[in-house]
C-alpha cells in the first residue's frame, strides 16, 4: 500500500498533466497554466525523495509552489 508522501507525489503528477492538457487546449492560459504544471511537478519530485523536507529558497529554484494559480 502506498505511502502519503506516495499519494501526494501521484496527485501532484495527475495536477500537473491537468494543467498541461488546459494549456493545449487554451493559448490565453498558457503560460499560467504550465507554470502551475512545472511547479506540481517539483514538488513531486521533492515530495518522493524529501518527503519532510523544507522547500528550498525561490534562488534555487525558478518555480515556487506559491505560483499555484
Do not use: W, Y
Not at 492538457?21 to 513531486?44: F, R, S, V, Y
Request: proline residues 7%; charged residues 25%.
Amino acid at each position: 500500500m502506498a505511502n502519503n508522501a506516495e499519494l501526494a507525489a501521484k496527485l501532484l503528477r495527475a495536477a500537473s498533466n491537468f494543467f498541461r492538457a488546459i494549456a493545449d487546449q487554451n493559448p490565453e492560459l498558457k503560460e499560467q497554466m504550465l507554470t502551475n504544471a512545472d511547479a506540481c511537478e517539483l514538488i513531486a519530485d521533492r515530495v518522493e525523495v524529501d518527503p519532510l523536507g523544507i522547500p528550498a529558497d525561490e534562488a534555487e529554484s525558478p518555480h515556487n509552489p506559491e505560483q499555484l494559480n
